[in-house]
C-alpha cells in the first residue's frame, strides 16, 4: 500500500484564495501585526512569511521586530497599542520568547478578540466548552488536512502524540467534538508504540525528528505530522517517511501542515475583525 498524500499547500493556497475573493469585496482590509522579539532565525523566516502571505490576499499587514534585550514591560506596552490600533483587527506575539518574558503573561495582555493566534484562555476556554470562536490556527489546520481525506471522523479512534498547550492539547479537543475516540500519548507513554499501532487517525507533534518509524503505524491510517526540524539542513517531520508504505494518507514536511497554519491564522484574522464588527467593539 502507498499511502496518498495530502497536500496541505495546495488546500492552504485554496484558502488563500477564498479569503483574497473575499477580503477584494471589503471597503476595510483586514489587519493583521506581528511581533517578533529576538532573532531566532526559524522565527525569522515564520515572521516574514505570515507578512508575505497577508500582503498577497490583500490584508493590511504590520511587523514589529524588537531586539532580544527588550523589556517585558515595554512588549505589553506595544501590544497594549495594537489593542488599541482599529487599523489592527488580529495580532500575535511570534514564540518562543526570549526567557526574561512570561509568554503567558503576554499572551494574557492581547485582546481575546484581537487574538489572532487562538492562544488566548479565555478563547482556549471557550474551545474547550465547544465554543469555537477563535480557534489555534495549527489544530484548525491539522482538522482541515483530517477532512480533506474525505474519511467519516465519528467513532474513529485519534492518538495524539504531543501535549503542547499550542497543538496536542487543542488537537485533542477538537477530535473529541467531531465524535472521534481519543488517546493522549506524551514522552512518559510507554510502550508508545502500542497505541500508535491503535490509530485509526494518529497526529505527531512532539518536535523529535523521525520518533515515529513505520512499524509504529496502522495499516491505512491518516498520519498528520506536525513536525518541522532541521536535521542537516534538511527540513523532516516527527514521523520517518517510510511510514508512507504502511499509512492511507499522510502528510509530508515539508508542505502538509506548515502552510495550513498560515492560512488558518490568515482565516482568524479575517473572522477576528467581522467578530469586531458583529459586536461593535
Ligand atoms: N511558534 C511556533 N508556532 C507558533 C504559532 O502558531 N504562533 C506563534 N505566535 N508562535 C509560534
Do not use: W
Request: net charge positive; hydrophobic share 40%.
Amino acid at each position: 500500500m502507498k499511502a496518498k498524500i495530502i497536500d496541505g499547500k495546495n488546500i492552504a493556497e485554496k484558502i488563500r484564495q477564498d479569503l483574497k475573493s473575499k477580503t477584494s469585496k471589503l471597503k476595510e482590509k483586514p489587519g493583521l501585526a506581528v511581533v517578533l522579539v529576538g532573532d531566532n532565525p526559524a522565527s525569522q523566516v515564520y515572521v516574514n512569511m505570515k507578512e508575505k502571505k497577508c500582503k498577497e490576499i490583500g490584508f493590511y499587514s504590520k511587523k514589529i521586530i524588537l531586539p532580544e534585550d527588550t523589556e517585558e514591560e515595554k512588549l505589553l506596552g506595544i501590544i497594549d497599542e495594537l489593542n488599541q490600533d482599529s487599523k489592527i483587527h488580529g495580532m500575535l506575539v511570534q514564540l518562543p520568547l526570549p526567557k526574561h518574558i512570561s509568554e503567558s503573561l503576554i499572551i494574557d495582555a492581547i485582546l481575546p478578540y484581537k487574538d489572532a493566534d487562538g492562544f488566548h484562555p479565555i478563547n482556549m476556554g471557550n474551545m474547550l466548552i465547544g465554543k469555537n470562536i477563535i480557534l489555534p490556527a495549527t489544530p484548525k489546520g491539522v482538522i482541515k488536512l483530517i477532512e480533506s481525506t474525505g474519511i467519516k471522523l465519528e467513532g474513529k479512534h485519534a492518538v495524539i502524540v504531543g501535549r503542547s498547550n499550542i497543538v496536542g492539547k487543542p488537537v485533542s479537543i477538537l477530535l473529541q467534538q467531531k465524535n472521534c475516540t481519543v488517546t493522549m500519548c506524551h514522552s512518559r507513554s510507554k510502550p508508545l508504540e502500542k497505541y500508535t499501532k491503535e490509530a485509526d487517525i494518529l497526529v505527531v507533534a512532539i518536535g523529535k525528528p523521525r520518533a515515529i518509524t513505520k512499524d509504529m503505524v496502522k495499516k491505512g491510517a491518516v498520519v498528520i505530522d506536525v513536525g518541522t526540524n532541521k536535521v542537516y539542513d534538511k527540513l523532516v517531520g516527527d514521523v520517518e517517511e517510510e511510514a508512507r508504505e504502511v499509512a492511507g494518507y499522510i502528510t509530508p514536511v515539508p508542505g502538509g501542515v506548515g502552510p495550513m497554519t498560515i492560512a488558518c491564522l490568515l482565516e482568524n484574522t479575517l473572522e477576528c475583525m467581522e467578530l469586531q464588527k458583529r459586536t461593535r467593539l
